[in-house]
């Protein structure tokens, strides 16, 4: 470890986490015409804009935030589907921007994406069978009774079952959340220890949302496969992860235990995305975010904290300065981190 | 304010829109098997209130919306039934009239409507479309009137020269709905108004929604799969499963005491993230194919309360409460589901 061990408590497991981000930034350079860009400077897009974040073994965490937030960029980021601009990922201690692409290929094995739209994700073409056993083909596992074994065992897993009743079947031959348990299975075949997951549930009606979601919570229990969740549906966050982040313009900008974040958020953002999820009782008024819906683009930050524009107890000192990434107290047990100078950070008793 | 319309609308007798027994099927050509879309679907809808229509993709409820608009692709057709608006029968008026009707008596924020502005119009141009159409507003007035209506969806007026691609989803979805109010219908019919819109521009549309309805006192039906949604919004609620309206109840007593099983099961599927289930049910099975249906209750084959005689004959939808009617046999054993 390095001199911060001195300074910083010691963890309270000696395990790593799986996945360790360190001050991530995806930057990419907004397309103007080629005249425009003779005359003025590019605009720099700010998409992912310094995340930290570090994700235990077996753990589900979900990122929530509106669209144009990041969300989906940090998590094509974080396995390298989209290149990073700066920062670091390590997976299991093994800095994947290290990683040449030949190594970078062999690592995907363990690092797998499922996609949101199941009906654009999947080659209408071919069979449940050929479509499992194309990631197997692409990285070396040929054996056919190895690959059988495998569809056998990701089809179980995800409960299509008989599983030898899907093999020949094509995907319009499926409803949307059976469709939705092929793309998992096709992530399974590979036996990966960490999936990134868009949208999972959000295209599925209520009705069979809850199957796909305790089927994550089934295959990190008896699998052990880390997630991370991209999702807008915060009640799904709630109910499926151990801890949620909250992403604005590029950054996380609150993170805790899933039940905390949603019960008693800290950031005044939190606040207002939590207070627009509508309660299905008809008695109760209709619920307003207070904020406005105007999400800026992240090409010209403001000043500041970026979410000053748009929040309701913004000072004078928040136009002007960053708010800090701390500590902050928490009803739960559990650390809550937040960035915005109106939150008190924790007090360290001092030893 | 429209919720308590709810109370008056039980006594007023003309109601604004009454629609009896329609169904409406879809087939490419005479010898295809007819998809039962919607079949003998009957609601009323009062002016000033709401009337939510929820159920499950494919259950028939676009298509429901479609017909009262007349709006229907070319397979579609409107086979038996009646839909009246303000007492007079709009299901067969011929194409020709169908225009008159269209934007100025109903009109319709379609689904994904945020994505169905032409690239190349402003928007201010395609707003005025309606207005021009039906001759509404003199023309040399329609510029003001346009910047008026994009005010009453909190959008700036100058929103008017801009395009399509220059807005976001939720001003886009803003923008369909000022064109939907632009000739002050009666009868305002929307078509998922917040799905794929996050949280925050989903509360803001469905509170524009009850503020435009308080000012301008149209009927409005809401068709989503989003329970919760639909749940705040609306006087009244169907829930439609397999072409068929199966339960229909004011929204408070809906949720609190369903009496079909279908009801009861997709409000338990709802995770209220304040409030958290333990376990969030799911509703095994898959809806009936509908050019095929069941003889007997469409819902039997995923349902847990289910027995021979359901699977034999169909339930009809009967009065089970006050206001409240459930087409099951078994109704009086849901509350123990």
Redesign the interface.
């Known amino acids: 470890m390095s001199s911060e061990s001195t300074t910083t408590p010691p963890p309270e497991t000696s395990e790593e986490p799986i996945l360790e981000v360190r001050n991530l930034e995806k930057h990419y350079v907004k397309s103007t015409g080629w005249l425009e860009s003779l005359f003025a400077d590019e605009e720099r897009v700010r998409a992912v804009d310094g995340v930290n974040l570090s994700i235990d073994e077996g753990e589900i965490f979900s990122i929530v935030g509106e669209s144009g937030c990041g969300k989906t960029t940090l998590g094509k980021t974080l396995l390298r589907v989209i290149e990073s601009t700066a920062g670091e990922i390590r997976f299991k201690g093994t800095d994947l921007a290290s990683l040449s692409d030949s190594e970078m290929q062999k690592m995907r094995q363990h690092l797998q994406i499922v996609y949101q739209d199941p009906f654009e994700a999947l080659n209408p073409k071919r069979t449940v069978r050929g479509l499992l056993r194309q990631p197997m083909e692409i990285h070396g596992i040929t054996d056919e009774t190895e690959q059988r074994d495998r569809i056998y065992r990701a089809l179980e897993d995800v409960n299509l079952l008989p599983a030898g009743d899907f093999l020949d079947r094509y995907p319009e031959e499926l409803s949307g959340g059976q469709l939705q348990r092929v793309l998992f299975a096709r992530a399974l075949v590979l036996d990966p220890e960490f999936i990134v997951a868009d949208e999972p549930s959000s295209m599925l009606d209520a009705s069979v949302r809850a199957r796909v979601l305790d089927l994550i919570d089934e295959l990190r229990d008896d699998r052990n496969i880390s997630f991370f969740i991209i999702t807008h549906d915060i009640g799904a966050a709630r109910y499926l992860s151990d801890r949620i982040g909250v992403m604005y313009l590029g950054r996380i900008v609150e993170m805790g235990a899933a039940a905390g974040i949603v019960d008693d958020p800290k950031h005044p953002y939190s606040k207002a995305l939590i207070d627009s999820i509508p309660s299905p009782d008809p008695r109760e008024p209709l619920e307003s975010s207070g904020i406005g819906s105007e999400v800026p683009e992240p090409v010209d930050l403001p000043s500041g904290c970026r979410f000053h524009p748009r929040c309701p107890v913004a000072t004078e000192h928040c136009r002007e300065a960053d708010p800090e990434w701390r500590e902050v107290p928490s009803a739960d047990d559990a650390v809550r981190m937040t960035e915005c100078h109106e939150v008190e950070p924790k007090q360290t008793p001092l030893e | 304010m429209s919720k308590q319309i709810q109370e008056r609308s039980a006594d007023t007798a003309g109601a604004l829109l009454s629609v009896q027994n329609l169904s409406t099927y879809y087939s490419e050509d005479e010898t295809d098997v007819p998809v039962r879309a919607v079949d003998g679907v009957n609601f009323e809808i009062a002016r000033g209130e709401t009337y939510g229509l929820v159920g ?2 494919g259950c028939g409820k676009s298509t429901l919306g479609l017909s009262l608009i007349r709006a229907l692709p070319p397979q579609g057709d409107i086979v038996d039934g009646e839909i009246r608006f303000e007492g007079r029968e709009i299901g067969q008026l011929p194409k020709s009239e169908v225009k008159d009707v269209q934007w100025a008596d109903i009109s319709m924020i379609y689904q994904g409507a945020q994505n169905a502005f032409n690239p190349v119009k402003t928007v201010g141009d395609q707003i005025r479309e309606p207005l021009r159409v039906h001759n509404i507003v003199p023309e040399g007035e329609r510029e003001r009137r346009v910047r008026e209506l994009l005010e009453k969806v909190n959008l700036q007026p100058d929103v008017a020269e801009q395009y399509p691609h220059e807005l ?4 886009k979805q803003r923008a369909a709905i000022a064109m939907a109010i632009a000739c002050e219908p009666d009868l305002l019919i929307a078509d998922e108004p917040t799905t794929a819109l ?7 549309v ?2 524009m929604l ?1 503020q435009l309805q308080d000012d301008l006192n149209f009927g409005m039906l809401v068709i989503s ?5 639909i ?4 006087d009244r609620i169907g829930v439609m499963y397999g072409g068929k309206i199966v339960e229909s109840a004011p ?2 007593t809906l ?1 609190d005491a369903p009496e079909h099983p279908y009801t009861a ?3 338990q ?9 333990d376990q ?4 095994e099975g ?1 809806p009936p194919d509908l050019r095929d249906p069941p003889s007997g209750c469409r819902f039997a084959g995923r349902c847990p309360l289910a027995t021979e005689q359901c699977r034999d004959m169909e339930p009809p939808l009967e009065v089970v409460g006050e206001a409240h009617e459930a087409a099951c046999f078994h109704h009086e054993e849901v509350s123990e589901l």
């Open positions: 499950e993709s976001s989803g939720g001003m996050d949280v925050i521009v989903q509360a803001e469905l509170n009850q799969h989003n329970l919760a949604a749940m705040k919004l609306s929204a408070e949720y099961l997709l409000l599927s709802l995770i209220d993230p304040r409030r958290p289930p969030v049910e799911t509703i898959t």
